[in-house]
C-alpha cells in the first residue's frame, strides 16, 4: 500500500489531482475511506488504498489529517 504521502502530500496539503486532506473533519475522513473500501465511493485508486486499512488505522489517519494545519 503506497503511504497517504505520496499523493495526498507530507502535510495532507494536496496538489494536482489530489485533494487536500488537512484539517478536514475526521468524520468525513473515515466515512469517504469506509465508501473507497466497500466501492461506495467508487475510486480504484483510493480503493486499494483502503482496502489495507483497518478500522483502528482509518481513525488513526482521519484524527491525524484533521490536526494537519
Ligand atoms: C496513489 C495515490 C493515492 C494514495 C496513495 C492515497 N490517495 Fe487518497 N485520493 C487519491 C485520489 C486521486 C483521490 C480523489 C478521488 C476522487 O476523484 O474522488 C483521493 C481521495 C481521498 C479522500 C477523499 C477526499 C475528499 O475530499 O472527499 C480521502 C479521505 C483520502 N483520499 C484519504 C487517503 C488516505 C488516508 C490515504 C492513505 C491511507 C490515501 N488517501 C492515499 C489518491 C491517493
Redesign the pocket.
Given at each position: 500500500?503506497?503511504?497517504?504521502?505520496?499523493?495526498?502530500g507530507p502535510g495532507a496539503e494536496g496538489g494536482g489531482?489530489?485533494?487536500?486532506?488537512a484539517g478536514?473533519h475526521a468524520q468525513?475522513?473515515l466515512k469517504?475511506?469506509n465508501s473507497?473500501q466497500n466501492n461506495m465511493?467508487d475510486?480504484a485508486?483510493?480503493h486499494?488504498?483502503?482496502q489495507g486499512?483497518k478500522l483502528a488505522?482509518?481513525r488513526a489517519?482521519?484524527a491525524y489529517?484533521q490536526a494537519q494545519p
Open positions: 500500500m503506497p503511504p497517504c504521502l505520496s499523493c495526498h489531482n489530489y485533494p487536500r486532506l478536514q468525513y475522513v469517504q475511506l473507497f465511493r475510486v485508486i483510493m486499494g488504498v483502503a486499512l488505522e482509518m489517519v482521519a489529517v
